[in-house]
């Protein structure tokens, strides 16, 4: 008799140890949401450019000189796009009576073009050619120095930027 109670004991014992285990696999949580996607990069918004770049990296990177012609910016030739002289032709973009924008300045209307571009399209040039997720793609500070140099840029390189 006593080797059947150790028998019993011991699967008792057994019993206990697996539900025990049963237990604790059951009442561990999963991550919780925010640190799932804490985990995952979305490559959308990963930025082309930090601000960080030399000027004539952050228009390259971030693929301006493809398409338009940028004063200042080697191979900045594009023939797609409008150039980019908006020290020059900012304010005649703004008075165009075709331009439907909100912006009020030439520094708010080069923001505006690269955030929104089909608010205002340059007569003679494609619409929907620009693509429209520049704007999440740029950090602040890459679109701030884009933004100062193009507004400064004439047919010749704008002085003191480099």
Same mark, same amino acid.
């Given at each position: 008799?006593?080797?059947?109670?150790?028998?019993?004991?011991?699967?008792?014992?057994?019993?206990?140890?697996?539900?025990?285990?049963?237990?604790?696999?059951?009442?561990?949580?999963?991550?919780?949401?925010?640190?799932?996607?804490?985990?995952?990069?979305?490559?959308?918004?990963?930025?082309?450019?930090?601000?960080?770049?030399?000027?004539?990296?952050?228009?390259?990177?971030?693929?301006?000189?493809?398409?338009?012609?940028?004063?200042?910016?080697?191979?900045?030739?594009?023939?797609?796009?409008?150039?980019?002289?908006?020290?020059?032709?900012?304010?005649?973009?703004?008075?165009?009576?075709?331009?439907?924008?909100?912006?009020?300045?030439?520094?708010?209307?080069?923001?505006?073009?690269?955030?929104?571009?089909?608010?205002?399209?340059? *007569?003679?040039?494609?619409?929907?050619?620009?693509?429209?997720?520049?704007?999440?793609?740029?950090?602040?500070?890459?679109?701030?120095?884009?933004?100062?140099?193009?507004?400064?840029?004439?047919?010749?390189? *704008?002085?003191?930027?480099?």
């Amino acid at each position: 008799m006593t080797n059947q109670k150790n028998k019993a004991l011991g699967a008792l014992a057994a019993g206990f140890v697996l539900l025990i285990a049963l237990a604790a696999i059951w009442n561990v949580s999963p991550p919780s949401e925010p640190l799932l996607n804490a985990q995952k990069v979305d490559p959308s918004m990963v930025p082309l450019v930090t601000g960080d770049e030399p000027i004539q990296e952050l228009f390259v990177h971030a693929g301006c000189p493809v398409c338009h012609q940028i004063p200042g910016i080697a191979g900045a030739n594009g023939q797609v796009g409008p150039p980019l002289w908006l020290g020059k032709t900012g304010v005649m973009r703004l008075a165009d009576p075709q331009y439907r924008g909100q912006a009020k300045t030439v520094r708010d209307y080069i923001v505006e073009s690269i955030v929104s571009p089909g608010t205002y399209v340059v *007569p003679g040039f494609p619409a929907d050619t620009m693509p429209v997720w520049y704007g999440r793609k740029l950090s602040a500070t890459a679109l701030d120095k884009i933004v100062s140099h193009l507004g400064q840029a004439t047919e010749r390189q *704008p002085s003191g930027i480099r």
